[in-house]
T-cell receptor
Framework: EAQVTQNPRYLITVTGKKLTVTCSQN?????MSWYRQDPGLGLRQIYY???????DKGDVPEGYKVSRKEKRNFPLILESPSPNQTSLYFC????????????FGQGTRLTVV | AQSVTQLGSHVSVSEGALVLLRCNYS??????LFWYVQYPNQGLQLLLK??????LVKGINGFEAEFKKSETSFHLTKPSAHMSDAAEYFC????????????FGTGTQLKVEL
């Protein structure tokens, strides 16, 4: 089954404690990205990757890091989480192309206290 | 920069009634437009997408959207709402920024009442 898998689904952490949210896709997609969803703001792109070892900032990259060492994996790293990073996070993947369908993971609800 | 605006953060309809969710876009080039749906505690899934040349687009679950260039709109409709349609709906446009980036509207929460 074609899918994007994120882990964990729920995470509560304390300010400053480094964490990683994993994302894996099994569709051999070149393009992967991370979004955060906040009430009244919709989804905003954090980082994206066009292929292995190629990453770039989206609209709200501050406080986040990513890596793309393998085509299927695109982890999101918060080196020093802060309460304003409390949000719902989604990983997505797609083939490269402006009119292609994006496939989303189930989401990770992160709370930073 | 491209953007989309969704009018109405909450829409409530009766079961069996027409569903109309509004989306207007801003784009200096022909846009690539999408509607995604998010059911509770799930990720987003594609309802439909606009392909150049076909102004009326049919999607899954009986939804359709009409692309109107003169009105810069891409409203989502369904003739008869079902309880299972209750979800959050997002209009999105791609093509700005890097690669496949999707720029989303702020979403419309659809409530279906008996």
């Amino acid at each position: 089954e074609a899918q994007v898998t994120q882990n964990p689904r729920y995470l509560i952490t304390v300010t400053g404690k480094k964490l990683t949210v994993t994302c894996s896709q099994n569709m051999n997609h070149e393009y992967m990205s991370w979004y955060r969803q906040d009430p009244g703001l919709g989804l905003r792109q954090i980082y994206y990757s066009m292929n292995v070892e190629v990453t770039d900032k989206g609209d709200v990259p501050e406080g986040y890091k990513v890596s793309r060492k393998e085509k299927r994996n695109f982890p999101l790293i918060l080196e020093s989480p802060s309460p304003n990073q409390t949000s719902l996070y989604f990983c997505a993947s797609s083939q490269v192309g402006l009119n292609t369908e994006a496939f989303f993971g189930q989401g990770t609800r992160l709370t930073v206290v | 920069a491209q953007s989309v605006t969704q009018l109405g953060s909450h829409v409530s309809v009766s079961e069996g009634a027409l569903v109309l969710l509004r989306c207007n876009y801003s784009s200096s080039v022909p846009p690539y437009l999408f509607w995604y749906v998010q059911y509770p505690n799930q990720g987003l899934q594609l309802l439909l997408k606009y392909t150049t040349g076909a102004t009326l687009v049919k999607g899954i679950n009986g939804f359709e959207a009409e692309f109107k260039k003169s009105e810069t709109s891409f409203h989502l409709t369904k003739p008869s709402a079902h309880m299972s349609d209750a979800a959050e709906y997002f209009c999105a446009v791609s093509g700005s920024g890097g690669g496949n980036k999707l720029t989303f509207g702020t979403g419309t929460q659809l409530k279906v009442e008996l």
